[in-house]
């Protein structure tokens, strides 16, 4: 079974706009949800993450907004910019182990 | 801070041929590493968790004794290919967790090809 469902796969935004991806999971015991971005050739890198205490956490552009309720949390990039192309994947941490998403990719079109 | 290299970054190798690769945390001691392999297009998937001072464990279908991992400091773990295959071609990504609250930060990744 898929611990954590990522959507949507691929994304074209426009510069300056707002890119959205979803992630749903499964396990109500996890207890910690980073988002990282990965360039191509290179390790992912740890963009932001969340607690289930908190419903939403702004780091600059990005904001993680959670629903516990839901068992659901996003990533929004606001003003969205050429240099964001990347692929971003999704995690839910818990029993020592990360479960990633599947990815999604987003494409910033200048 | 909480910086993770690996080396090499790169490695052809011949099939029959064992490879080793080194995951090191930089500014943090680790005293958990986690081992993922990724395919093209395709998400992390985990291989092993690497506890320093003790043996890993290996997800369901990684063959141990093909991968074998040691974790030998809380700075460095590694893993060797044994015997490769073309079929082991892959990109190989390190972790290292920070603290005990869940945070993994990513090696660069080292891109293996078996000839």
């Known amino acids: 079974q898929q611990q954590v469902k990522q959507s949507p796969q691929s994304l074209i935004v426009q510069k300056g706009g707002i890119s959205i991806i979803n992630c749903a999971y499964e396990?109500?015991?996890?207890?910690?949800f980073p988002w990282y971005q990965q360039f191509p050739g290179k390790g992912p890198a740890l963009l932001i993450a969340?607690?289930?205490?908190?419903s939403e956490k702004k780091e600059g552009r990005f904001t993680i907004s959670f629903n516990k309720s839901a068992k659901q949390f996003s990533l929004h990039i606001m003003d969205s910019q050429p240099g964001d192309s990347a692929t971003y994947f999704c995690?839910?941490?818990?029993?020592?182990?990360?479960?990633f998403g599947s990815g999604t990719k987003l494409n910033v079109k200048p | 801070g909480a910086v993770v290299s690996q080396h090499p970054s790169w490695v052809i190798c011949k099939s029959g041929t064992s490879v080793k690769i080194e995951c090191r945390s930089l500014?943090?001691?680790?005293?958990?590493m986690f081992w993922y392999r990724q395919f093209p297009k395709q998400s992390l998937m985990l291989m092993a968790t690497?506890?320093?001072?003790?043996?890993?464990?290996?997800e369901q279908g990684v063959e141990k004794d093909k991968f074998l991992i040691n974790h030998a400091s809380l700075t460095l773990s590694t893993l060797t290919v044994t015997s490769a295959h073309p079929e082991d071609s892959s990109f190989y990504i390190c972790?290292?967790?920070?603290?005990?609250?869940?945070?993994?930060?990513f090696g660069p990744g080292t891109r293996l090809t078996v000839l």
């Open positions: 995690a839910a941490s818990g029993f020592n182990k990360f479960y």
């Open positions: 690497s506890n320093e001072g003790s043996k890993a464990t290996y």
């Open positions: 396990n109500t015991a996890f207890d910690y």
């Open positions: 969340i607690r289930p205490d908190v």
């Open positions: 500014d943090f001691q680790a005293t958990t």
């Open positions: 972790s290292a967790e920070l603290g005990g609250g869940g945070t993994q930060y």
